[in-house]
């Protein structure tokens, strides 16, 4: 396709015609967007000839690897038998039925329904109504509240972006919707640190921050908690270890439902099926999407509790509520496919036993860079926080996200796909990764944090 047209004719006509997510267009150089045209285990090759790993395994979804043939063919099967059919009005199909058997089987035990979407942000809408209608239904319409978090990411929809704490995303478009109340959140690096509690202090500070938001807004008028078992998008941000267990006995003294948005953490990243095994929680609710497909097909879902599933099961009542797409049956033969290879590969096991603790160990000694203030990760997902003097690790940059785009540029053009948020980098690669690309990623990691150092110090930066 498309084999005498230029890279940089490409570049044109995607600067003419492509509107970007989440892009400055204005400070978008024509030559610099990367135009991608083939990606194979951990590697993505672009049209200026560049191989560069990818350490974000896409945007946070191809769990098993680039390239997975196995996967191809199952999607082209399924849709030369049955490309589309709905499941609204009393129907339904062999994949739907069969992913929503197999997706109950990984689930929680009080786990059993699946209810589809098409990303991880229409399953968040799915759930806002959700939870609303769940209370009505129980009598209690006045429980509508759903208490989040600042900083989370919970997808760019209405009902996503107002769930998700991101100013930015609030600042546009008159977000968030009524009824959201957003709590502080358990970043230790980047707000506990400086408030003179210890961790463990601060991880329980900000988990009762849940309960006085309770105390506050009336226990009758709060119909969830949703979180991210891990912050993602936020930054790779891991909660200090007393943080959940005191969220979990909280949440077990309140008439209230708890969602995990598994979008991230679920499907392996933490070594774990789901993020809220890895910390014992016990969701009513669970956002899935990304690694659900590793990203081949678009698909989201909800898992449901028996105990909302029976509520909607009653007789006369009805969820005015679904999408054309939800549970596409090339997208479940997908997910069928990709689950059947996680299993098949041991890659839960292998992140949580062998690739996670060999690549966190490597991470880790990065900190002994002048650049990196910390160095965390859980599984196979990580961060590394950015300082201008090594000697102070409460400094922070001036220009807040400066030192971010600069180092994350280097990676670049290392050949290092890493993404910055603030002045932190994140990683989150397949968790098909071998041993040998590990050390290729961190050593060039290494190699993009000289040249930064360099660079900022040139710059005056530190
Ligand atoms: C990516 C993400 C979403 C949104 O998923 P989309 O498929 O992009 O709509 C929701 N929650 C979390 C935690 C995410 O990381």
Known sequence: MRANVSSHDLKVSDHKHHLHPFTDHGALEIDERRVITRADGVWLWDTDGNRMLDGMAGLWCVNVGHGRQEIVEAVRAQMSELSYYNTFFKTTHPPVIELSSVLADLAPDNINMVMYAGSGSEANDTILRLVRTYWALQGQPAKK?????????????????????????????????????HIDQPYWFGEGMMTGMSEDEFGLWAARELDRAIETIGEENVAAFIAEPIQGAGGVIVPPSTYW?????????????????????????????????????????????????????????VLVSDEIAEVLHRKGVEFFHGYTYSGHPACCAAALTNLAIIKREGLIARVRDHIGPYFQKRWKALEDHPLVGEARMIGLFGALELVPDENKLMKRFDNVGNAGIITRDHSLRNGLVMRAVRDSLIISPPLSITEEEVD????????????????IRRQRLA
């Open 145 to 181: 509240v759903v208490i989040s978090r600042k900083n989370a990411y919970h997808g760019s929809t209405l009902a996503g972006a107002s769930l998700g704490g991101m100013g930015p995303m609030h600042s546009q478009g008159g977000l968030p919707i009524p009824d959201i109340h």
């Open 245 to 301: 267990p005191e969220v979990k006995r909280i949440l077990e003294r309140r008439d209230i439902l708890f969602i995990s948005d598994e979008v991230i953490c679920g499907f392996g990243r933490t070594g774990e099926w789901f993020g809220s095994g890895y910390y014992d929680l016990k969701p009513d609710l669970m956002t899935i999407a990304k690694g659900l497909t590793s990203g081949y097909l678009p698909m989201g879902g």
């Open 440 to 455: 290729h990623l961190v050593a060039t990691a290494r190699k993009t944090l000289d040249d930064a150092w360099e660079d």
